[in-house]
T-cell receptor, first 111, second 115 residues
Framework: GESVGLHLPTLSVQEGDNSIINCAYS??????FIWYKQESGKGPQFIID?????DKRQGQRVTVLLNKTVKHLSLQIAATQPGDSAVYFC??????????FGSGTKLNVKP | DTGVSQNPRHKITKRGQNVTFRCDPI?????LYWYRQTLGQGPEFLTY????????KSRLLSDRFSAERPKGSFSTLEIQRTEQGDSAMYLC?????????????FGPGTRLTVL
């Protein structure tokens, strides 16, 4: 079947470990950021978002950290599960009219 | 199912033919986006609608591409005189547009193959 993860950087973790996926964004004017998960053959699925007036936001098993100084975004997944295996994209926008997606990271969870 | 739907799911066409894709967003979502995605890449923004108004269009979108959202509900993306380089997954997404969150809900995409 089709894979969205070809030629992407890959992060391999053991089931139960924590995962950290990083993203560098380019536009210093961006004020809203989203992390998406994409499984093969499916559209991206929203995970968590963060506005630029925050530096940390937590969800269920996920945490997003934003460092505006170095234009860096990270996604932390606690107790990674096999179902977390997918490609993860960060996206940024400055005005909600255009969203720019990063190139993605493939997460491979080993049982 | 109240998610975003796209039709067709797959389209195979010959170079030079015109194709049209349809996106049905989540009901009452004001914002609708079209993206293109190729293997190993993130989605690439094509165009954006706020209700029926097309407010942004990527400069990557040639004159062969046109999108409409005539009644502020479903949208169509047409590609005229298709080229092999148009082969990609075309994704549609919608969001509430209320300002509280801009979570975009994506459809399953339309896979276009131009022979």
């Amino acid at each position: 079947g089709e894979s969205v993860g070809l030629h992407l950087p890959t992060l391999s973790v053991q089931e139960g470990d924590n995962s950290i996926i990083n993203c560098a964004y380019s536009n210093s004017a961006s004020d809203y950021f989203i992390w998406y998960k994409q499984e093969s053959g499916k559209g991206p699925q929203f995970i968590i978002d963060i506005r630029s007036n925050m530096d940390k936001r937590q969800g269920q098993r996920v945490t997003v950290l934003l460092n505006k100084t170095v234009k860096h975004l990270s996604l932390q997944i606690a107790a990674t599960q096999p179902g977390d295996s997918a490609v993860y994209f960060c996206a940024e926008t400055a005005n909600f009219n255009k969203f720019y997606f990063g190139s993605g990271t493939k997460l491979n969870v080993k049982p | 199912d109240t998610g975003v739907s796209q039709n067709p799911r797959h389209k195979i066409t010959k170079r030079g033919q015109n194709v049209t894709f349809r996106c049905d967003p989540i009901s009452e979502h004001n914002r609708l986006y079209w993206y293109r995605q190729t293997l190993g890449q993130g989605p690439e923004f094509l165009t954006y609608f706020q209700n029926e108004a097309q407010l942004e269009k990527s400069r990557l979108l040639s004159d062969r591409f046109s999108a409409e959202r005539p009644k502020g509900s479903f949208s169509t993306l047409e590609i005229q005189r298709t080229e092999q380089g148009d082969s990609a997954m075309y994704l549609c997404a919608s969001s509430p547009g209320t300002g509280q969150t801009e979570e975009q809900f994506f459809g399953p995409g339309t896979r276009l193959t131009v022979l």
